[in-house]
């Protein structure tokens, strides 16, 4: 299983990210795709996901500011991230979707602050 995050960093209040997650192909082609994120001292939220048909959901919070994608060529599944808050800051995690494996990535780190 393979499940590497990229993207991640600081950025001021109203700015955008993107974020890649790049899965193992067995993975990838047999599930739909989601991206996660965690704070400290708060259980993991579901922020984003994607079928393999390409429908998606979001999480209230997010919804008009993010946006999902899948590659099926490359494997690869993205976030979008716009007019971001300070409250988006978070460790992201990929994984699969809606039902989650036990294994997780390193994640990418997202910071939003002045």
């Known amino acids: 299983v393979t499940l590497v995050e990229s993207g991640g960093g600081l950025v001021q209040p109203g700015g955008s990210l993107r974020l890649s997650c790049v899965a193992s192909e067995n993975i990838f082609r047999m599930n739909g795709m989601g991206w996660y994120r965690q704070t400290p001292g708060k259980q993991e939220e579901l922020v984003a996901g994607i079928t393999r048909r390409g429908t998606t959901t979001y999480v209230d919070s997010v919804k008009g500011r993010f946006t999902i994608s899948r590659d099926n060529a490359k494997n690869t599944i993205y976030l979008e991230m716009n007019s971001l808050k300070p409250e988006d800051t978070a460790d992201y995690y990929c994984?699969?979707?809606?039902?989650?494996?036990?294994?997780w990535g390193q994640g990418t780190q997202v910071t939003v602050s002045p």
């Open positions: 994984n699969t979707f809606p039902a989650k494996l036990r294994y």
